[in-house]
């Protein structure tokens, strides 16, 4: 089997001492992330992408690295949902219904165990699927034209915002405006200078690093300062628990259906970790919940979405990694990860970047263990984070923010820019439009025009050419279906979703 | 209401976007479409999304007060001036400036914010500078010394 000889491959990229080392680095500094408050997996992970491309890392040794805060954010975040009943991110918003009342009942350290083991199991199981899927799904990409290809990015706009968008025209608002941002600069194929204001800086283009850290990091500094409480330090305690072998077992069968289910949402375009854990959770009400105790602290009700939402984390890479179009915020940003490295992902990614691809998902098997062994003992070190107020950390939020983008150009007009897409998200945020799909448009609008012009060029202007092939064809009843069904699902999801407290940006 | 202004700004820009691209030199030897096509294509989504949007807009979301639009106005002010002058004042100064008001307007006291002012711009420095070794402006505190 050729998939095997890659992986050993991928293993000896991953565990050479450099990368290995770099990915409990990012294991830790993204459990730290994702522990601190008001910083999800995606902000993380996009303030650490300038700093990454800075420090010339190997695209392989800063795609493991960037992979690892990526998993460890995911899982800091589940901190604050089971102390604090404050979710970190969107999928995390299903752990809080069990989590919670756990940690109510001085039951924390069991929870937040249970959410460890199960997050790794979902993590596992993902990858080993990721592992089977994702070189199928490349070879069957390798027949995309470029009709093909524009559709494909049409149908990303129209799913981006998820079965749960509140609003799919803002969807598509913010995805026309980031696809407006990607044309600024000299035309690729004339030369000719577009939107540029005759700027000399704006020559090349804004740069999507700019655009996405001004939008998640400076953006939520500004909504810190809107509602700053001084003084409003939390205590958290988190207890010593013993966590039984024979409880853990108990929960095998809830965690192994919910990986696959979560496995297989993540795979969906457009549903991603969220759709993930809300089906994980919800199914296995119906399956096991005899006696009413979910919602009340039943370890079941923890486990499930957990592996829920790391099974679709993972399952969401398999889309990104062989079509280049990611399903959701986070993928999205480590696209822009991968693209800041001049790597487009992609069907051609796997056969001329192999190293990056294998080393990539060695590294997930990898830093899932590193997870685990870090998070057991560790976890009433990172609980304290919680505890970091937010006068200290938006400040470092802030510099670190500027410093990685001044460090790639040393330009004060990039930071200017920046500051100013700070605000804009702030702007756009409060209106409640979305803000993955401008950066999915910065990050996909020149792959989508010059695949439109290629087949026109093929086609010889015949429009029609868009709609000819039957690939084209299922494409667009995906990307239509897509677009309409949250106008008919998106009221249920958000009803199931309200019984829960808070409200959860991004 | 929100909605609606923001609909009808869109709506402008939406026009300006797509008049700017009439423009657009094709050269000679383009492909069929030129550079003006996918503009056009990208103006009239923002276009329909605007009206959508000034026809049925949502709730306006709850504006902040004056007092802390100003508190907002202040910070970017702050960022903008970290962003013009780091080179001259260099980073450490530049930065423990910053990081004081920015803890102060997040409600610290003018101790702790300062504290946390010298200790951000001592820690990264050090982080990026020397361990890292990505060079930071040195500025005033590079020229007296």
């Known amino acids: 089997m050729e998939t095997l000889g890659y992986l050993m491959q991928g293993f000896e990229v991953a565990l ?141 706009f129209t799913t981006i915002g998820g079965i749960s968008s509140k609003n799919q025209f803002k969807s598509l608002l913010a995805a026309s405006i980031g696809l407006m941002i990607s044309t600024i600069g000299l035309d690729p194929a004339t030369g000719e200078p577009r939107y540029t204001l005759n700027q000399m800086e704006l020559f090349e283009g804004v740069n999507f690093l700019v655009a996405i850290v001004g939008l998640f990091a400076i953006s939520e500094i500004l909504f810190f300062l809107e509602d700053s409480h001084a003084g409003t330090t939390v205590k958290v305690t988190v207890n010593k628990f013993k966590l039984k072998w024979k409880e853990l077992f108990a929960l095998t069968w809830t965690t192994l ?65 062989t079509l280049g179009v990611p399903g959701s915020g986070t993928t999205a940003v480590l696209l822009a990860m991968l693209m800041s490295m001049n790597i487009t992902p992609g069907p051609l990614l796997f056969q001329q970047h192999p190293d990056v691809v294998w080393g990539l998902i060695a590294a997930l098997f990898i830093g899932n263990f590193m997870l685990l062994i870090l ?69 996909l609008g020149q792959l989508m025009e010059d ?22 064809i299922g494409l667009w009843v995906m990307a239509i279906t897509g677009l309409v069904l949250p106008f008919f699902l998106g009221k249920f999801f958000r009803v199931k979703q309200r019984e829960t407290e808070g409200d959860v940006p991004d | 209401m929100s909605d609606r202004i923001f609909g009808a700004l869109m709506l402008l820009l939406a026009a300006t976007y797509s008049w700017t691209a009439r423009g657009f030199d094709p050269g000679f030897m383009s492909d069929p479409l030129g550079p003006s096509t996918f503009p056009y294509l990208l103006g009239a989504v923002l276009a329909i999304t605007a009206i959508y949007l000034l026809l049925r807009p949502d709730d ?32 450490i100064i530049a930065t423990l400036l910053t990081v004081t008001v920015l803890g102060r307007q997040l409600g610290a006291s003018i101790k ?20 890292l070794e990505l060079p930071l402006p040195s500025g005033l505190l590079g020229r007296i010394m």
């Open chain 2, 112 to 131: 702790t914010a300062v504290l946390t002012g010298i200790g951000v711009s001592l820690v990264v420095f050090g982080l990026f500078d020397i361990l």
């Open chain 2, 60 to 91: 306006s979301p709850h504006w902040p007060p004056a007092k802390i639009l100003l508190k907002m106005v202040l910070v970017i002010a702050v960022l903008l001036a970290y962003a013009g002058l780091l080179e001259w004042l260099g980073f």
């Open chain 1, 16 to 156: 050479n001492p450099l990368n290995l080392g770099l990915a409990l680095l990012g294991a830790f500094l993204g459990t730290i992330i994702g522990a601190l408050p008001g910083l999800g997996p995606s902000n993380g992970v996009a303030i650490l992408i300038p700093l990454a491309f800075s420090l010339r890392l190997p695209p392989a040794t800063a795609l493991i690295m960037l992979t690892s805060v990526y998993y460890g954010a995911m899982y800091g975040g589940r901190i604050s949902s089971i102390l604090l009943n404050i979710p970190g991110d969107e999928p995390a918003l299903m752990t809080t219904l069990d989590g919670y009342p756990m940690a109510k009942q001085g039951k924390a350290g069991e929870a937040l165990a249970i959410s460890a083991v199960s997050s790794f199991v979902g993590g596992l199981i993902a990858t080993f699927g990721l592992l089977l899927f994702a070189p199928l799904l490349a070879k069957f990409a390798l027949f995309f034209g470029p009709a093909e290809y524009f559709v494909l990015f049409v149908l990303a």
């Open chain 1, 375 to 443: 998070n057991l003992p560790l976890v009433g070190f990172f609980a304290k984070l919680l505890m970091v107020p937010s006068h200290v950390l938006m400040p470092i939020v802030a510099i670190v923010g500027l410093i990685g983008i001044y460090s790639i150009s040393h330009s004060a007009f990039d930071l200017f820019v920046m500051i100013a897409f700070g605000v804009g998200g702030w702007l756009l945020r409060k209106l409640d439009v979305p803000l993955v799909p401008i950066i999915l448009g910065i990050l």
């Open chain 1, 451 to 472: 695949n439109l012009r290629r087949a026109l060029n093929i086609s010889n202007g015949d429009w029609t050419v868009l709609w000819r092939s039957p690939l084209c």
């Open chain 1, 257 to 321: 259906r919910s990986s696959v289910i979560g496995f297989v949402a993540g795979v969906l375009p457009g549903a991603g970790a969220s759709l993930g854990s809300f089906l994980s959770y919800t199914i296995e009400k119906r399956l096991v919940d005899h006696d009413g105790t979910f919602g009340t602290g039943d370890p079941r009700g923890v486990a499930a979405p957990e592996a829920g939402n790391n099974a679709a984390a993972g399952g969401a890479l398999v889309p990104m990694l």
